[in-house]
């Protein structure tokens, strides 16, 4: 889809641009740059260094087919890169795990909010932290998290 979604925009999605998005769709938790430059040298591709991934994640972003977790400074896929659409993160406080949500009346209220004190949304990203279901069932709680990020 991402190949197709870039076609049909004129833009070119390269070999570094589409593995790094293959990689960010296969990680179990939000990546970093750095992680993504771990990731590429333990797969034997050739060596890049954190610019070419930052570059390769911006043209990615700006096509809608990864979002950044701004707290994190990592990225995940869009799970709906066809349209254009606001993203809501429940992050996992203890293993960092993320999910997204889709929720129009949460995009309703936030730009009917911001329009009552003088703004038009152009783009949100909501984080909002919590405990994920394994992490509960294993008896996690907020008090201990694992998850640091550097």
Known sequence: MAAALCGDRGVQLTPL?????ELLWNAERPSGAYDLVEALRNDGD???GPPTIYRALDFLKAQGLVSKIESRNSYVPCAHPERSHNC?????????????LEDARVEHL???NAQAIGYRLERSVVEVQGI????????????TPEFRHD
Do not use: K, N, W, Y
């Open 132 to 143: 994920c279901e394994e992490c509960i069932a294993s008896g996690a709680s907020s008090a």
């Open 88 to 100: 809501l993160f429940v992050i996992c406080s203890h293993c960092g795990a993320s999910d997204e």
């Open 17 to 21: 641009r589409q593995r790094i998005l």
């Open 110 to 112: 936030l730009a009917e």
């Open 46 to 48: 050739r060596p890049v």
